[in-house]
Nanobody, 124 residues
Framework: QVQLVESGGGVVQAGGSLRLSCAAS????????MGWFRQAPGKEREFVAA????????YYKDSVKGRFTISRDNAKNTVYLQMNSLKPEDTAVYYC?????????????????WGQGTQVTVSS
C-alpha cells in the first residue's frame, strides 16, 4: 500500500501562486508515476500534471502548461505542484495520485493510490 498526503492548498487572488506538496509513504518503491488531478464543483475529476518517478519526464494538461510545474524530491518521497498565474477557473480540490504504470498517465483509471485532496480557491 501507498499512502499520500497533500498540503499547501488555500485561497489566493487571481494572478497569485501556490505550491502543493504530496508526501508518499509505504511501498513507495512500487511507484512509477505520480500525478495531480483536480475536481471543481459539479465537474468530473480531470488530469493536471504527472511526473515519472525515475527520469522526471513530465506531462501537463494544455491549459496549465507554462503556468504549473510538477517536480519531485525522491529523497523525501514528495512531489510538488508549483502553480503560478492562477485563474479563477483553477479553483478545485486538487488530488495527488500514484501509479505503477508508465503509460496513459493522464487517465484517471491508471492510478491506484489517491490522497484526500486539498482545496485551492482563486478569487477574481
Amino acid at each position: 500500500q501507498v499512502q499520500l498526503v497533500e498540503s499547501g492548498g488555500g485561497v489566493v487572488q487571481a494572478g497569485g501562486s501556490l505550491r502543493l506538496s504530496c508526501a508518499a509513504s509505504g511501498r513507495t518503491f512500487s511507484i512509477y508515476t505520480m500525478g495531480w488531478f483536480r475536481q471543481a464543483p459539479g465537474k468530473e475529476r480531470e488530469f493536471v500534471a504527472a511526473i515519472s518517478w525515475s527520469d522526471s519526464t513530465t506531462y501537463y494538461k494544455d491549459s496549465v502548461k507554462g503556468r504549473f510545474t510538477i517536480s519531485r524530491d525522491n529523497a523525501k518521497n514528495t512531489v510538488y505542484l508549483q502553480m503560478n498565474s492562477l485563474k479563477p477557473e483553477d479553483t478545485a480540490v486538487y488530488y495527488c495520485a500514484a501509479t505503477t504504470a508508465a503509460h496513459r498517465v493522464n487517465e484517471l483509471w491508471a492510478y491506484r493510490y489517491w490522497g484526500q485532496g486539498t482545496q485551492v480557491t482563486v478569487s477574481s
